[in-house]
């Protein structure tokens, strides 16, 4: 009897516990789109199980395809989870895709037995409705009418290319299914952390922007925007689930000015009793806009500045100033929105000076959180294009201060200074709470909604 697709997220949490949890939107997004072609569907989120349970919980289903989400931390408990699941499923077939199957599609031939790069909304459960028609035999499908696909044995290699679907089609695909996600877990990590239940909602696509550690493999930089009346049907899903807050995970949320502002007018007049969180560029807002998303239920922002720096900012091609990330924040700051920054030292061509001026930059800022890495030369972006002698092995967990490649700065005490200012930091959000200093607002006192109601 033929099995059901299983999708599969091999991410556990108890080996790399992370700061923000969420659950895997890619897969959701895919399982909503395969039950839509009556396709028979289950989804393994792997982050609240251990190995052994996770292991045990896709082989009892006895799938005839998995599908498996692969990014640079989770490549490792991909590997272990496929070569551990073969010798239990030795008729499944198994599929990978996601950001590095996307730009290494080899490494995982013959582990995987296919690969789908790029977005696989409407190719990949097109193809599983295929290969379970067809009797779970590769021999009878052509390949080639699946954009993305990869596949290769000793005789054939089918490469097929990467599609960027249109807005017009992807207004069409159905909702993503969270029926498989353990929110009661999901929420009792957010209450735990930050005193509200927040999940993860992907809104808009792609980024036109080139910054030089930017790598874009999956979604690219055709920027597409989905009709509101599609976001809020999603976000009322949200609600009912008993979330009370958002985190927009799009790069670009913020680039269209009139859609952001539409957006916010939406949330207000429907009274949406949920908060929300979202990435930012520094530049193209202004005070009005900010104000009306403090209104709309905006409670946060993380803004991607970077460095202290004006010449590193241009190495890594950001197309902003030091002047332009430090107005934003006092901008957001002022309107009572929460502000945190991400940081990159170390990069490429910068000296000493332009790191201290950095932390020195991070430290001066009215910021709630602040996260100091080193550069991470994703495959598919300039960086790693253009760094000599790449290393074969990727982070095996998230903000991993080691270096892939050779560099004129020292490792360990770049890892000291990170590990101290982020220390003062902590030091200085302590001193502004006992001193009676309104830091940004928290997250405890921003998960209740404060928007004004007409």
């Known amino acids: 009897m033929t099995g059901p697709v299983m999708l599969v997220y091999p991410y556990f949490?108890?080996?790399?516990?992370?700061?923000?949890?969420?659950?895997?939107?890619?897969?959701?997004a895919l399982a909503g789109q395969l039950k839509a072609e009556g396709v028979s569907v289950q989804t393994c989120d792997c982050t609240f199980l251990s190995f052994p349970q996770a292991v045990e919980r896709i082989a009892t289903t006895r799938p005839t395809i998995i599908g498996m989400y692969v990014m640079v931390t989770l490549t490792r408990n991909a590997y272990d989870l496929v070569q551990a699941l073969r010798v239990r499923l030795v008729d499944t077939l198994f599929v990978a895709g996601g950001p590095l199957p996307t730009v290494y599609p080899?490494?995982?031939?013959?582990?995987?037995?296919?690969?789908?790069?790029?977005?696989?909304?409407?190719?990949?459960?097109?193809?599983?409705?295929?290969?379970?028609?067809?009797?779970?035999?590769?021999?009878h499908l052509d390949l080639t009418r699946y954009p993305g696909i990869y596949y290769r044995d000793r005789d054939t290699l089918i490469s097929q290319p990467i599609v960027h679907h249109p807005a017009s089609i992807l207004d069409s695909l159905p909702l993503s299914d969270r029926g498989d996600i353990d929110h009661k877990r999901y929420q009792q990590f957010w209450m735990e952390h930050a005193g509200c239940k927040m999940t993860s909602i992907f809104i808009t696509r792609?980024?036109?922007?080139?910054?030089?550690?930017?790598?874009?493999?999956?979604?690219?930089?055709?920027?597409?925007?989905?009709?509101?009346?599609?976001?809020?049907?999603?976000?009322?899903?949200?609600?009912?689930?008993?979330?009370?807050?958002?985190w927009i995970a799009d790069d670009s949320f913020t680039l269209d000015l009139s859609y952001l502002r539409t957006f916010c007018e939406e949330m207000i007049s429907q009274q949406q009793p949920l908060t929300w969180i979202c990435l930012s560029r520094v530049d193209r807002l202004d005070s009005d806009l900010i104000a009306l998303m403090r209104e709309a239920g905006c409670v946060g922002v993380f803004l991607g500045l970077e460095s202290g720096s004006d010449e590193t900012?241009?190495?890594?091609?950001?197309?902003?100033?030091?002047a332009e990330g430090?107005?934003?924040?006092?901008?957001?700051?002022?309107?009572?929105?929460?502000?945190?920054?991400?940081?990159?030292?170390?990069?490429?061509?910068?000296?000493?000076?332009?790191?201290?001026?950095?932390?020195?930059?991070?430290?001066?800022?009215?910021?709630?959180?602040?996260?100091?890495?080193?550069?991470?030369?994703?495959?598919?972006?300039?960086?790693?294009?253009?760094?000599?002698?790449?290393?074969?092995?990727d982070w095996e967990v998230a903000g991993e201060i080691s270096f892939l490649y050779r560099t004129e700065f020292d490792e360990s005490w770049l890892r000291e200074r990170i590990a101290s200012t982020l220390e003062h930091f902590r030091q200085q959000k302590e001193?502004?709470?006992?001193?009676?200093?309104?830091?940004?607002?928290?997250?405890?006192?921003?998960?209740?909604?404060?928007?004004?109601?007409?």
């Not at 910054?211 to 809020?232: E, I």
């Not at 900012?313 to 030091?322: A, E, S």
């Not at 001193?431 to 007409?454: F, H, L, T, W, Y």
């Open 326 to 393: 430090e107005k934003a924040v006092h901008l957001f700051h002022d309107a009572g929105i929460s502000v945190s920054g991400f940081f990159l030292v170390g990069y490429p061509g910068e000296s000493v000076t332009s790191i201290e001026q950095t932390f020195a930059h991070a430290l001066s800022l009215p910021l709630q959180e602040i996260s100091l890495n080193i550069p991470y030369p994703l495959p598919g972006s300039l960086l790693f294009e253009r760094v000599a002698e790449v290393e074969s092995r």
């Open 431 to 454: 001193a502004q709470a006992v001193g009676g200093i309104a830091p940004n607002p928290g997250p405890e006192d921003s998960c209740k909604p404060q928007m004004k109601r007409k």
């Open 206 to 246: 792609g980024c036109p922007f080139t910054c030089d550690f930017c790598s874009k493999p999956v979604w690219g930089s055709l920027y597409r925007k989905p009709p509101l009346d599609r976001v809020f049907r999603e976000i009322e899903e949200i609600d009912r689930l008993g979330y009370n807050r958002l």
């Open 106 to 139: 080899d490494r995982f031939i013959p582990l995987f037995d296919v690969i789908f790069r790029g977005e696989s909304d409407l190719t990949f459960p097109r193809f599983c409705r295929d290969y379970l028609q067809g009797g779970d035999d590769l021999d």
């Open 313 to 322: 900012l241009r190495l890594m091609g950001k197309r902003t100033t030091v």
């Open 13 to 28: 949490r108890h080996r790399d516990p992370v700061q923000k949890l969420f659950p895997p939107l890619g897969l959701l």
